[in-house]
């Protein structure tokens, strides 16, 4: 489960320009469900993630992670908890790579070298040995259809394909759970479609999905357990869809 409590982010702060992201959000984000963040360009929904996600430190509020491993989690309930706004950077990586996975609105690909090793990446520095997260890497490009594909460079991909090989990617370290920032912006309609049914097989696996995005193809889906709406930075309302 993850808890957000009076969670603010503001950019220059103290100066005449300054600018609030996120304004105030406490919200509970429910375990092994996909839970949709929507709203307009703008509303805050990404950067939400993005400090969920241990890529950001709030400007004020506390951000807490039940039932993950780290270096540091305290008990409550008899489950371990973490309180991510205040650790090192370094115990964040750790976080970062052992709990969650990625799929960004641009993809954020390398270019320049295959799918298999743009797949492979997030799993270097954890220390494990390669041949063991290769055969991983391969095997995720087999469950998405894309294995023939190992050896072809990402530029020469469709947008389907990107979007595939950025799915396996952001799994490589098996991440309980996965956030997605406008996963279907670039995509089309079929395409999306798609999309939601690997992001239902996630969820059938007990994984949680954050999902960020003003699609309707993705906030109407049936597959949505809880919809977060946003605008200016603050959650207007947040409510089951079960």
Not at 55 to 61: D, F, K, L, N, V
Not at 69 to 98: H, M, W
């Amino acid at each position: 489960m993850i808890e957000l409590s009076g969670i603010t982010k503001s950019f220059n702060s103290g100066k005449s320009n300054q600018f609030t992201a996120v304004d105030n959000v406490t919200l509970v984000v429910n375990p092994q469900q996909i839970t949709v963040f929507k709203g307009p360009s703008g509303s805050g929904k990404t950067s939400l993630l993005t400090m969920i996600g241990c890529m950001a430190r709030p400007t004020s509020g506390r951000i807490f992670l039940r039932g993950v491993a780290a270096a540091v989690p305290f008990q409550q309930d008899g489950v371990e908890v973490v309180e991510i706004t205040s650790l090192p950077e370094r115990f964040l990586n750790d976080i970062r790579r052992s709990t969650f996975g990625f799929i960004f609105q641009q993809f954020n690909l390398v270019k320049g070298i295959t799918v298999l090793e743009n797949v492979m990446l997030p799993a270097y520095p954890t220390g494990e040995g390669r041949a063991d997260f290769r055969a991983r890497a391969l095997d995720l490009l087999e469950q998405f259809n894309i294995a023939r594909l190992s050896g072809q460079r990402v530029e020469l991909l469709s947008g389907g394909e990107l979007q595939r090989v950025a799915i396996a990617r952001a799994l490589i370290n098996n991440p309980s759970i996965v956030i997605a920032d406008e996963p279907t912006a670039h995509l089309d309609t079929k395409l999306s479609q798609e999309f939601m049914a690997i992001v239902g097989r996630l969820k059938g696996e007990g994984k949680s999905v954050l999902i960020a995005s003003h699609d309707p193809i993705v906030f109407d889906s049936a597959l949505v357990d809880s919809l977060v709406e946003m605008r200016d930075g603050a959650v207007i309302n947040s409510r089951s869809c079960r």
